[in-house]
Every structure is written in C-alpha cells, then in structure tokens.
C-alpha cells in the first residue's frame, strides 16, 4: 500500500526529478490536521527560480503578497517570484492549503493574511538548507500537500514578565507563539512596568518601559498574535509569588500602603476610592499602549480574607463583584472583554469540584452571576488527565465564554485539557506559563501547547540527536529573526553549566 502511495505521489509531483533523495519526514508544530509527504522527491527553493503562488481573497490578497515576499525573503536570504489570485480562495479565515511541487512550486490556498501567514510558518519549518557544500544559498523540502485549520478560535500562551527576565526572552517567546500558530500573548507584568501616571508603581529598573511595550506591540503586530496587557486587580497586588516577599510598591514606597490590604499587602484595599480609581487607571493606561486590543486580563486568582477594618465591614464578595461589574463597563466601552482565572469564582470547600482549584468565598456562585456574560472565564488546571471537567461545564452552563489553562509542566495535563477544550466546544485554550523560559520545560511545553490549542496531537520528537528537537531548530530560526547571536540570547538556558550551583 505504501509503495502504491508512492507511485501515485510520484505521478501527481512529476517522476522526472532530478535527484535522488530520501528525506526525513518533517514534524511541523502545530501538527496539520492532513498532511502528504512524498519524501523521495526534492522541490527546490533557489535563488532565481523560487515560485510561490497565492490563492487568497481579494481585498486582503495584496497585503497577503506582500507579507509573504517580505518574510520569504528574510528566512531564505532571496526573492521568490510570486504569483497572486482571487479564484478559488478559501472561506474560513484561520484554514490554509499548501502543496509543493518540483514543477509548480509552492502554492498557498487561504482566505486572507491570517491564513497565508500559518502557511508561511509552515513552509519555514519544512524547507532546509541545501546539502553538498560547505555553505549553501539554495534550499529544498520534500513535495507534499497539506489542508489544515484549527479547531479552537481563542489560542493564547500566558507569559510572565519578571525583573530576572531579559527583552530578548519577552521577544523570543512572542515570536516563537506565532510560529506556532497560537494568536493571543498575555503579558502579566511582575512589577517591572514602568507607568506614566503611577511611576511608584514597580522597580525602578523595570524594562517593561512604553517605549518597549511599543516595539514588542509591533513586532507582535507583524508575526500575526495579539498581545494583551495583564494586571491583577484582586490578589497579587504585590506584583510577586507569595514565597518570595516582594512588594514591588511598597519596598519602595511605604507611604502608598492605604492602596492595599494592611500587614501583607497581598489584595488591593477594594474599599479605597483611590485603589478602585488607580486600578481603573492602570488598566486604561496599558491598553492604549498595547494598542486597544479585544482582550484584558485582570487576573484575580488567589484572593485572601481581608484584612482592612473597612473591607471587613463591608458584604466583601459584593465589594470585589462591584469593581468587576465597573472595570467591565469601562473595557467594553473600550471596545474589550475582560480574561479572569477562575478560582475565586468557585467556593473553597464545595465537594462539587474536587481536585479541581476553588478559593472563593462564601456567596462565590451569586458572585459569578452577578458578573456580566462578557467575561471571559479563564478555568486554570495543573494535574493531571480526569475522567472529567465539571468546572468546565459549570461555566460554559453559566453561559460565559470559557478557556481551559493547563500548566507547562504537567504535559500529559496539556494534552488532556487541549482534547476537552475541542470536545466542549470552549471558546479556547490559554497555555500558563509561569518563568519557565528555560530547560526541558520550556521545550517541552511549548509544542504540546501549540497542537493542543490547535486541537491535533503532537507525536514527540522523532529525530534522534536530541530529546528536545525540532523545538531548537525552530527556536533558532525565531532568534535568526530577531538577529540575536549572543551566547545567553540562544538556546533554552542562559548557562551549560549553572554557575550558581557549582560545588568548588
């Protein structure tokens, strides 16, 4: 039967190729949901012959053209020559189809720019360098077809953005989200942006400056994701893990404690007028800068007790909902929808959840239905695979848009809640993501995620040099982009060799 796929590839590629070859089948991330290798016929990509046709609709086919050479020309080193039309395009906007062919070439099939960007992304994970020389220009791939569209509309990836971290490793994990096809980036800022209004508000060496923000607004703009500001209007006010400490505020500037809870600073004091308005602030401030995306994340996970005389006098479960009732209206006015983790919304000790997370108060299931059906329920879960997700039908049944948010180191957990995600027909997937730019973890997570939130299966790593491969060939190709070449800019640590545990 193989054999007879063969021929019959062979027949429909052209059995007048040149060489002989035998490629090793490629692992494309997001896995395609069909895909076709005809791994004993090269097509070539070479300068001065390299062809490209393009299928879109009409009124975004020119920008789509133009995308596609600019990009082509900066991964492969030369221009291609393209060819465009409206006839035949396709329907849904995020579905793409992609043959190559030693005669005709490459031909992309889309929609419109969204479509011909994945396709791009996957042509870039294909094609490899000529072999034969020491250097080479020239680049060829296997002929194959592929026919492929995700099953889920919400794909986003959450990373935090901590003093420790590096621009570069903000920048590298924007870029690699696209390649990977996922269309949302969260940004939760840990106390290093630097606001105009409230310049107390976080280090002082914070690099999440606007300056920034706005050149990462822009690369994220040209790779095909939209980033999203978060800022924790609830728990975590400190801007820190709760082990370490910090208060990137109040460190700093003791005099604002009034705007928090007393003794760990650890809620905002939701009975301050002044906390309420510069939460409001915040949150008007990062979403010009971000450039007024369709979401917001306010976080609000892992709420404590109050502690504030005034915050204790008060119905408290109707002093958080009120200001979620109001900083919704502004976002909507805004033209967004609100994103919040799930867990104070479900009562701590209800036996209807199980293993799953519940930190809420008593009265947590009048607070959720008080809240306006624009919300967009984040339901984070880090175990591991369960028969099944009650509180992921609880909210769907509450009639909120609901994603599922595993973390990146329990992949079985991923892949579990990716498939339950597409079972139930949630709105999406948003992939947490907790520091871990480094090691296994990062590597691990980051193709598991993709294919999860795309709703295929990732078959692992299949090439025998190295456990975490493709995942560094593709994270080389992001770095090539972003032209970074020094030492601790590349690959999945800063170090070989932990300098900080070494034993003298």
Request: net charge neutral.
């Amino acid at each position: 039967m193989k054999k007879l796929l063969i021929a019959f590839m062979l027949c429909a590629f052209g059995s007048d190729a040149a060489e002989k070859v035998n490629f090793f089948e490629p692992t494309v991330v997001p896995t395609p949901v069909k895909a076709e290798w005809t791994t004993s016929v090269a097509v070539p990509l070479e300068k001065g012959s390299a062809k490209v046709r393009i299928i879109c609709g009409g009124k975004e086919l020119e920008a789509s053209v133009a995308w596609f050479a600019r990009h082509f020309r900066e991964a492969f080193g030369f221009d291609c020559s393209t060819t465009a039309s409206d006839v035949g395009a396709l329907t849904k906007a995020e579905a793409y189809e992609m043959s190559a062919d030693p005669k005709e070439g490459v031909t992309i099939r889309a929609a419109g720019l969204v479509g011909v960007r994945h396709a791009f992304y996957t042509l870039r994970q294909i094609a490899i360098r000529k072999r034969g020389g020491l250097t080479a220009t020239d680049w060829t791939m296997p002929a194959f077809r592929i026919a492929d569209e995700p099953k889920l509309a919400f794909r986003g990836f959450h990373f935090c953005w901590f003093p420790e971290q590096r621009v570069t490793q903000i920048e590298r994990q924007i870029r690699l989200a696209a390649y990977y096809k996922f269309n949302v980036v969260v940004l939760e800022n840990w106390g290093v942006y630097r606001s105009e209004k409230y310049p107390w508000f976080g280090w002082k060496d914070g690099k999440m400056t606007p300056a920034e923000v706005r050149r990462l607004k822009a690369v994220a703009d040209d790779v095909g994701v939209t980033l999203v500001p978060q800022l924790n209007v609830f728990g975590h006010a400190s801007l820190s893990r709760v082990r370490t400490g910090n208060h990137a505020a109040l460190n700093v500037s003791p005099e604002y404690e009034p705007v928090f809870e007393p003794y760990s600073g650890w809620n905002w004091c939701l009975s301050n007028p002044a906390a309420r308005q510069m939460i409001k602030d915040l949150m008007v401030e990062l979403h010009d800068l971000f450039g007024r995306p369709p979401y917001f994340h306010i976080g609000c996970d892992e709420g404590c007790p109050p502690t504030c005389p005034d915050c204790r006098a008060t119905d408290y479960n109707e002093l958080f909902a009120s200001l979620l009732r109001e900083i919704s209206v502004l976002m909507e006015k805004r033209g967004a929808s609100l994103l919040m983790w799930h867990d104070m919304l479900l009562q701590k000790g209800d036996t209807r959840w199980g293993p799953f997370y519940a930190n809420g108060f008593e009265g947590a299931e009048d607070l959720l239905r008080s809240l306006p059906k624009t919300l967009i329920v984040c339901d984070w879960y880090y175990g591991g695979p369960q028969k099944a997700y009650p509180t992921l039908d609880y909210f769907q049944k509450e009639g909120f848009r609901t994603v599922t948010s595993p973390i990146c180191s329990n992949l079985a957990g991923v892949d579990a809640l990716g498939k339950a995600a597409v079972d139930k027909g949630l709105f999406g997937l948003l992939q947490t993501n907790w520091g871990s730019f480094y090691g296994r973890e990062m590597a691990g997570c980051f193709p598991r995620a993709a294919c999860a939130a795309w709703g295929t299966v990732y078959p692992g790593s299949r090439l025998p040099q190295d456990i975490t491969s493709p995942v560094n060939h593709h994270l080389r190709q992001v770095l090539q982009d972003m032209g970074a070449v020094n030492y601790e800019d590349t690959g999945f640590d800063d170090e070989q060799v932990p300098v900080h545990s070494v034993t003298l």
